[in-house]
């Protein structure tokens, strides 16, 4: 019976997911769904690479309460929606519908979705985006990958963040290289470090960024 329920939930989901995408698509409009531990720097990396990068970007950020964040997001000079899940640990693709309408989608180039920071479940509900990213920060240990398959394995893109921090951490750069590739051989992996005035290794994700959405 609970399996029913849950099954009906997710129809539900991959229906709105993709008239989400379609939407999106129809408007020539990249969307990326960001997943990652709450404290990864999802945000802090949003608000380095906004204003580096050449595209018309916009944001919609999910949290469980206040508008911290999109704040953060204004700030950086990009059109933001703020949703609050209430206590909810994921965002779906009904929420992502109901704040599509909120963006000049005529205008944008790329849309990113800051998910609720949570490892587990944002990666089962599909919001209609066009990728999955993961920032995992060394801060949080060599084991993530491995405890976390299934969202590293639905990631294009792991962000490895806080690279500043590595001299603290026990284990090289190399060492969750290795992690992660043996969860997820496909993910594409950039390291840096978004820290306010100790930005490190943007560049090449910014360049990679344009070169895949342009
Ligand atoms: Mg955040
Ligand atoms: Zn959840």
Redesign the pocket.
Known sequence: MELKVKENILAANDALATANRQLLQKHGVTSLNILGS?GSG???L?ERLLPRLNLASGVI?G?LATA??AE?IRAAGAPVVQINTNGGCHLDARMINQVLPGFDLAGLDLLFI?NV?NLVCPAGFDLGETAKIVVLSVAEGLDKPAKYPSTFLKAAVVIINKIDLLPFCGFSLDDLHREIETVNPQAQIFACCSREGAEDGLDKLVNWLEKHIK
Do not use: F, M, V
Request: hydrophobic share 10%; no cysteine; glycine share 8%.
């Open positions: 709450p999802k945000t802090s949003l950020e949290d911290k964040d953060r800051e920071g």
